[in-house]
């Protein structure tokens, strides 16, 4: 920390870090120190865009000794995520991973296990729970305004085409592992938020007719969560149309759809549906999302010591959900969670 300021590192100088920097260089309670990546003219371009005087590397090593780095933000390939976090969590620094956070549940245990042992704060950049739509939906559901929920269903739908990760497109290891942990991680986190439990068995189905990617690039899913919600969950790269991140909630006493209401409770004499005005989850474009709240409330935590809802510990299940997914698709059946004990 200097001058009072935690210092930050921001490891990855690609397009979701061009965000982050952002959202990190508006909190007062922070100052960027290190810019790194791979590339190191990548990340001495990344520094002087975003008017950053830091230490500009292209060694993880040696952000890891920099005495001056309190936390870091691992925001490079998806690949090296699990391996980078694991590196920060055991090097004492507060680290903000971005998804997906692991590829295997052999890294997804092994990074959960590295930030337990450590102590130190964690956040799994699950940005959609920090969206004011996704805010207020919980909100209603907690204060029982459409009764008691019985059916949930959340949906990512981005028709992402072949020029998306052209640098590698064919590649497992680089593009994210399969589709539900590349993009459709999202809409499992906020389903996991949303219904506030845990998924006890699934099914799930997939095809490929495109074949822009090794996996298949359309999968969905069928879920029982523990307290008895039905849900379903869709990822589709396929989709000819915009961005959509569908939420529909069905409850004993009324129905959200996006920002849609039908409540009697909250609206007597409801006649057609009701909306309520707020930032929606319509784009994919990451300087739409919102990590001003998603940064401030973590350096938030790391002030007041207490640990984020959506740690690396939570980002776990998240993730674990994701990989139960696949696994039901590869074995042609039913799954049960945990995945381990």
Not at 14 to 43: M, T
Not at 284 to 291: N, P, Q, R, T
Request: charged share 25%; net charge negative; aromatic share 8%.
């Amino acid at each position: 920390m200097q001058d009072g300021k935690l210092g930050v590192a921001i490891h990855g100088a690609g397009w979701v870090a061009s965000a982050h920097v952002l959202s990190w260089k508006k909190n007062p309670h922070v100052q960027v120190v290190s810019v790194g990546d791979i590339n190191l003219e990548r990340a001495q371009q990344f520094a002087d865009n975003n008017g950053l005087s830091c230490a500009v590397r292209d060694n993880f090593d040696e952000v890891l000794a920099d005495e001056c780095v309190d936390i870091v933000d691992v925001s490079g390939p998806s690949h090296v995520h699990a391996e980078q976090g694991i590196a920060a969590a055991e090097a004492g620094k507060h680290v903000l991973v971005e998804k997906p956070i692991a590829l295997t549940m052999e890294e997804n245990r092994a990074l959960r296990d590295a930030v337990a042992k450590s102590g130190v704060k964690s956040i799994t950049s699950f940005v959609s729970r920090f969206n004011q739509e996704v805010v207020t939906l919980r909100s209603m559901l907690q204060s029982k305004a459409i009764g008691e929920l019985f059916y949930a269903e959340v949906d990512y739908w981005h028709g992402i085409k072949p020029t998306h990760h052209a640098w590698n497109l064919h590649s497992k290891k680089k593009t994210g592992g399969s589709t539900m942990l590349l993009g459709g991680c999202h809409a499992i986190d906020a389903l996991r938020w949303l219904v506030d439990d845990e998924v006890e068995e699934l099914t799930a189905y997939s095809n490929n007719p495109k074949g822009f990617f090794e996996y298949d690039a359309n999968v969905v899913a069928v879920m029982k969560f523990r307290g008895g919600v039905i849900a379903k969950a869709s990822a589709l790269f396929d989709c000819e149309m915009p961005y959509s991140f569908n939420i529909d909630l069905a409850g004993t006493e009324g129905t959200l759809r996006d920002n849609r209401v039908w409540s009697k409770k909250l609206f007597p004499g409801q006649t057609s549906w009701s909306t309520f005005p707020t930032i929606m989850m319509d784009s994919a474009d990451v300087m739409h999302h919102s990590f001003d709240e998603e940064i401030n409330y973590f350096v938030e935590c790391i002030r007041e010591d207490r640990q984020p809802h959506c740690n690396i510990i939570d980002g776990y299940r998240s993730h674990e959900l994701c990989m139960a997914i696949d696994r039901s698709i590869e074995v042609g059946g039913p799954v049960k969670l945990p995945l381990e004990p």
